[in-house]
Every structure is written in structure tokens, then in C-alpha cells.
Nanobody, 126 residues
Framework: QVQLVESGGGLVQAGDSLRLSCAAS????????MGWFRQGPGKEREFVAS????????YYADSAKGRFTISRDYVKNTVFLQMNSLKPEDSAVYYC???????????????????WGQGTQVTVSS
């Protein structure tokens, strides 16, 4: 059974950085796309970034481009989201997700992902 466990959230000030981690277990992740999504109060869950495990191909939401970087550690089976220049509007619960890679998959669609972590809270004060 695939399990995803996020960590690294917290309370920071605008302009600060955070690195989120997602420890993955129970699957052969070389076949997966790993995604980060976030959900703020009263908002829908939105795509942040994704990485195809075996190729390293990344994709970012416009709001994340230039500030966030997604990466993975093969040995530790961990996916990271480095977030720089944080803004108050980045405040949300951040979720790690996974789905088996296939041709034509639309990585921004949350409903396509099969596995989700419990989420980690990120709060950015102004």
C-alpha cells in the first residue's frame, strides 16, 4: 500500500523560504508522477508542481514558477518542494500525491491522483 507522509510546514514571514518533504513508501515510484497540491481555507485544491520520477520532468503552476522547485531523491524515496520568496497567498495545507505515469496524463488534475498524504500546514504572515 502506497503511503505518503509530508513534513516541513510551518509559520514563516513573507519573503522567507520553506522546504517541504514527502516520504513515499509501499510502491515502485520509478513508475509514478509525484505532485504537490495546496488548499487554502474556503478554496478548492489547486495544483502546485509535479515531477515524473524516472525522467525528472517537472511542471509548475504559474503561481509557483520562478519561486518553487520540485525535486526527488531516489535513494530516500522522497520528494521535495523548495519554496522561496513566500507570500501570504501561499498559505494553505500542502498535500503530496502520487499517480502511476501514463501517456497523456494531465498532471494538474487532482482527481487523477490515486494516493495522497495527510497534508502539512504552511502559513505565511505579512
Amino acid at each position: 500500500q502506497v503511503q505518503l507522509v509530508e513534513s516541513g510546514g510551518g509559520l514563516v514571514q513573507a519573503g522567507d523560504s520553506l522546504r517541504l518533504s514527502c516520504a513515499a513508501s509501499g510502491g515502485t515510484f520509478s513508475r509514478y508522477v509525484m505532485g504537490w497540491f495546496r488548499q487554502g481555507p474556503g478554496k478548492e485544491r489547486e495544483f502546485v508542481a509535479s515531477i515524473t520520477w524516472n525522467t525528472g520532468t517537472t511542471y509548475y503552476a504559474d503561481s509557483a514558477k520562478g519561486r518553487f522547485t520540485i525535486s526527488r531523491d531516489y535513494v530516500k524515496n522522497t520528494v521535495f518542494l523548495q519554496m522561496n520568496s513566500l507570500k501570504p497567498e501561499d498559505s494553505a495545507v500542502y498535500y503530496c500525491s502520487a499517480v502511476q505515469s501514463r501517456v497523456g496524463i494531465i498532471v494538474t488534475r487532482a482527481f487523477l491522483y490515486d494516493y495522497w498524504g495527510q497534508g502539512t500546514q504552511v502559513t505565511v504572515s505579512s
